[in-house]
């Protein structure tokens, strides 16, 4: 998987890469090798597990969010009016224009999710949020 990412970084450098390792002991080459994201689906796993062993019934709401369903988490950029506004009022926007749930924002290079209901939106912030998938 790093030797393809690499091939197809030098082909196209602008190329948003992401690779699926086994292990985590292998991110320093993927990174070094240009990779956007990389994805550990093994470390997914035992925490869907731990999460469902606390708080049973849980699994069905991965399985909606992860499996061939009708739902979709996206990332998108918040439109000039929201900029500004408190997480709280964005999150109330989104529910009532029926666009979806909000789960966070990634500010720079942080994933924030559930944040302070107070935090202000600003306009480099990406907003998370679970909706339903484009037909």
Do not use: M
């Amino acid at each position: 998987s790093i030797l393809i990412a690499l091939a197809v970084e030098i082909c196209n450098p602008s190329v948003h890469s992401i690779v699926e390792l086994q292990t985590p002991e292998n991110i320093h080459h993927a990174k070094n090798a240009g990779v956007d994201e990389v994805i550990i689906s093994s470390s997914y796993q035992g925490s869907i597990l731990a999460q469902s062993a606390s708080s049973p019934g849980v699994s069905r709401v991965f399985s909606e969010i992860f499996g061939q369903t009708s739902t979709v988490v996206r990332q998108e950029e918040a439109s000039s009016e929201l900029v500004g506004k408190s997480y709280a009022e964005v999150s109330t926007w989104y529910t009532n224009e029926n666009i979806g749930s909000l789960l966070g924002i990634i500010r720079d290079t942080e994933a924030i999710l559930v944040p302070n209901a107070n935090l202000k939106l600003e306009k480099s912030d990406k907003l998370v949020v679970l909706t339903r998938a484009k037909n």
